[in-house]
C-alpha cells in the first residue's frame, strides 16, 4: 500500500507517540482500539494481527552480545558440516541403496551449533538436563558431531545404516537400535511435536507432585516447516499455551521446502505459522535475515525494501538461492528502483552472501535468549534457511534437495570452499571423501569440549535402565481380587479394583499415573476424581457443579490423574512420556492409559510404535471391549482384531484377560 500523505502518517505516529510518552501505554491501547472499532464500524477492511512485518521479530537494537568466538564456532560448525556429507557419500559408494540425507542438515547447522555451544544442557547433578528433540532427517549432522566430540569412530560413521552387526549407525533417531545414544524417535513426522509438548507437561507434573524438581529443565524440539502441515503438530498448540508451558520451544527450520517441492510456493509459511503460533497463545520469534541485511534496511528509507519483502513469496525465494547474485540482483532488488540503488554499490557475490536468519548466530542466539527469558508462554522461533545451504549446483535450493544421495567432484570443491576448509582439504585428497577431525590441544578442540563441559557433558545421550531400586508389589495385596466374588464384576471393574490397591501401596502409590480420554465414568472409575484428584496446574478456580457429590470432579495442583479430554493422541503422549520416565529422568513411573476399547486403540497405532521404538514401560487397557457387544455402535468400535494389531508392535506384550 503507497503513502499517499506521509506528513499526515508522520501526524498520526507522533500524535500516538506523545500518548505513550505523557499517559502511559494503557491509555494508549484503548485510544487505538475506540480507533479500531470506529474504522470497522465505517467499513474499513483491518488486518487482523495475527501476523506482523516480514522481518526479524528482535530487533538489531535489542540483541544481546553474543558470548561465544563467532570465528571458531565456524570453523567447528564447517567441519561438522563436511562430516556430515561425507558419511552419506560414503555410504553412496558402496551401491547398496542405503539412502541418507545431506541437505536438511546444511539448512540447520547453525541452529543446533548455537543450542549444543550456549542452551542445551546435559545431565548433572541437579536433574537430567534439557530435553532435546531432533529432527529425523538431520541426524547425519548430530553423528558428525559425536564424531569430532570423540564420541563416535570412523567406523561407525562408514557404516551409516548399517547397524545389523551393531558397528554401525541407524538412519535417523532409533532409541531401540540405538540405546544409549537417541531419546526420542523422531522421524515419523507430527510425533515430535505433540510429544514434546506433552513431555514438557510431563515435567510440570513431576514438580508439581513433589517427584522431582524439573524447573531449570526446558524442551526443545527442532522441527521442519514442511512438517507443520500434519494435524499432530498443530492439534496440541493451544493445550501448551493453557498449560503456559514456558519450559517448552519449538525451532522450526523454514528452508520453504517440503520433500518434493514448496512448501507454501504462493504464500509465505513463516507467515501463516506466526498467525497459527500467535493465535494459539505463543512467544513467536522470527529469524528472517542475517546481519548483512541490517545495513540495508537501516539505508532503506523509501519503505521499499520492506515492502518487497513482505510481497514476495516463498517460491521466488526459494528460486533466488537456487541461482546466483546477479539473477537476485535483476529479479529481486531490481523491481524498484529504490532497491535497486540499495545494492549498486554491491557486488553480484556480496548480493548472493546476503544470509538468511537461520544462518547467522547471533540472530538465532538471540532468538533462544529470548525464548529462555519468556516466562508466561511456551515459545516458537520461525528461523528461515535455505535447504541444501552450500552445496550449490547439486542441491542448494533446489526441489530435488531432500533426495540428494551423491554430489560429483565439483560440487564436493564447492563445498570445500564456501565451508572454508581449503586449508584442511587439498584438491589431491578430496576424491578420498576424508573425515576431518579436531586436532587434540587445538584451538577448536579446546573450545568444542569447553562449551560442553559447561553445559555439564555431552548430547544426545540416553539411560537405558534407571538408578535405585523399584518395589513391586506383593501378590498377596491383591488377594481380595484373586478368591472368589460376592458377585459377578466385569474385567474394567476388577481393574479398577486393582488400580485402588496400586493408588495406595506405600512404596510406588505416587508413581501411578491413571491417564483417561474422558472417559472415566464409562468405565467406573469416577471416584478416582475426588480420591487423588485431576492434575491441573492452575488448580480449581470454580466450584464444580457436583461439589457435594461423593466423587465431584477435583482438579488439583498436585492431581494424580492425567484427564486429557475427548484426545487419544494427547493421552497417549501423556502415557508415553510416562512409561519413558524412568530413562528421561531416572524415574520409574506406572502409567495406565484406560481408553474405549479398539476405538481408543486404532487411533493413535503410530504413536505405540514410537513407544515401542522408545522402549516405554507402561500399561495400555482397552475398557468396555468385546467383538459382539458393540455392534450397534459402528464398524469402529468393533474390537475382536485388536489384540492381532497390538501384537504387532514388537515389544508390546498382547493380553487378554477375558481368555485366562
Known sequence: MIDIDPTETREWLDAIDSVIKTEGIERAQYLVEKVI???LANGVDLP??????????IPLSEEPPYPGDITIERRIRSVIRWNAIMMVLRASQKDLELGGHMASYQSAAAFYEVGFNHFFRAPNE????????????????????????????AEQLDNFRQEVHGKGLSSYPHPKLMPEFWQFPTVSMGLAPISSIYQARFLRYLENNGLRDTSRQRVYAFLGDGEMDEPESRGALSFASREKLNNLCFLINCNLQRLDGPVMGNGKIIQELEALFRGAGWCVIKVIWGSEWDRLLAK??????LQLMNETVDGDYQTFKSKDGAYVREHFFGKYQETSALVEDMTDDEIFALRRG????????????RAEETTDRPTVILAKTVKGYSMG????????????????????????????LNDRVPDEGISKLPYLELEEGSTEHKYLHARRQALHGYLPQRSPKFTGDFQVPELSDFESLLGEQSREISSTLAFVRALNILLKNKAIGNKIVPIIADEARTFGMEGLFRQIGIYNPHGQNYVPQDREGVSYYKEDESGQVLQEGINELGAISSWVAAATSYSTHDLPMVPFYIFYSMFGFQRVGDMTWLAGDQQARGFLLGATAGRTTLNGEGLQHEDGHSHILASTVPNCISYDPTFA
Open 37 to 39: 472499532d470506529e474504522a
Open 48 to 57: 487482523t494481527g495475527i501476523h506482523t512485518q516480514y522481518c526479524n521479530t
Open 126 to 153: 541437579h536433574d537430567k538436563g534439557d530435553i532435546v528433540y531432533y529432527q529425523g532427517h538431520i541426524s547425519p549432522g548430530i553423528y558428525a558431531r559425536a564424531f569430532v566430540e570423540g564420541r563416535m569412530t
Open 300 to 305: 532503506d528509507k523509501s519503505g521499499k525494501l
Open 358 to 369: 537461520g544462518h547467522d548466530p547471533s540472530k538465532i542466539y538471540a532468538a533462544l535468549k
Open 393 to 420: 549446483t547439486a542441491a542448494e535450493g533446489k526441489n530435488v534437495a531432500h533426495q540428494v544421495k551423491k554430489m560429483d567432484l565439483s560440487s564436493i570443491i564447492h563445498l570445500r570452499d564456501r565451508l572454508w
